[in-house]
T-cell receptor, first 113, second 111 residues
Framework: GAVVSQHPSRVICKSGTSVKIECRSLDFQATTMFWYRQFPKKSLMLMATSNEGSKATYEQGVEKDKFLINHASLTLSTLTVTSAHPEDSSFYIC?????????FGSGTQLSVL | QKEVEQDPGPLSVPEGAIVSLNCTYSNSAFQYFMWYRQYSRKGPELLMYTYSSGNKEDGRFTAQVDKSSKYISLFIRDSQPSDSATYLCARLGDSWGKFQFGAGTQVVVTP
């Protein structure tokens, strides 16, 4: 199957700093990528849909100024958590659409101290 | 009502048994279905993909779709402790690019 690379896998930061997470489709071009958040033992929660060359579409309740998404190329989308706070600590997962299939990155565990 | 319903489990089976997982869906707009396996603190991994009614086999895994009942299933034969994970069903939803996921079923295979 197609490969989606997500980095970093784990990040620890101080409260108030910004953190950038990268998501790359390695062997296919992805017009659409998705960002999810997942709490322990819970299902995936869609945060936003990222479309190459246009503004991301955010789900209800997700602050677009806090979670900045950039999809500058067909193989790269980034999620920046701005002014991170402890409540932003979570597992973030990206995915990329390849026709009718969806492939996921390995996830990023964010811990904000 | 959720678009895709899945029992969260946990489902515990002895090693070697058949694991049977099910999901139901409520809309027939698109007919693409997927099963993912997710280990703790990892991203979901695509296991099976199907778009037609009937069975599709891949090694120890069989995906089954019954469009008349809006029911999808995943069977794991000869289960191993390494199959212990959360399994998510998914479908391509009402519009292109809208993927809908079940809640995920936690499976525990005991030695």
């Amino acid at each position: 199957g197609a490969v989606v690379s997500q980095h970093p896998s784990r990040v620890i930061c101080k409260s108030g700093t910004s953190v950038k997470i990268e998501c790359r489709s390695l062997d296919f071009q992805a017009t659409t990528m998705f960002w999810y958040r997942q709490f322990p033992k819970k299902s995936l929660m869609l945060m936003a849909t990222s479309n190459e060359g246009s503004k991301a579409t955010y789900e209800q309740g997700v602050e677009k100024d806090k979670f900045l998404i950039n999809h500058a190329s067909l193989t790269l989308s980034t999620l920046t958590v701005t002014s991170a706070h402890p409540e932003d600590s979570s597992f973030y997962i990206c995915s990329a659409q390849d026709n009718e299939k969806l492939f996921f990155g390995s996830g990023t565990q964010l811990s904000v101290l | 009502q959720k678009e895709v319903e899945q029992d969260p489990g946990p489902l515990s089976v002895p090693e070697g048994a058949i694991v049977s997982l099910n999901c139901t869906y409520s809309n027939s707009a698109f007919q693409y279905f997927m099963w993912y396996r997710q280990y703790s603190r990892k991203g979901p991994e695509l296991l099976m993909y199907t778009y037609s009614s009937g069975n599709k086999e891949d090694g120890r895994f069989t995906a089954q779709v019954d469009k008349s009942s809006k029911y999808i299933s995943l069977f794991i034969r000869d289960s191993q402790p390494s199959d212990s994970a959360t399994y998510l069903c998914a479908r391509l939803g009402d519009s292109w690019g809208k993927f809908q996921f079940g809640a995920g079923t936690q499976v525990v295979v005991t030695p």
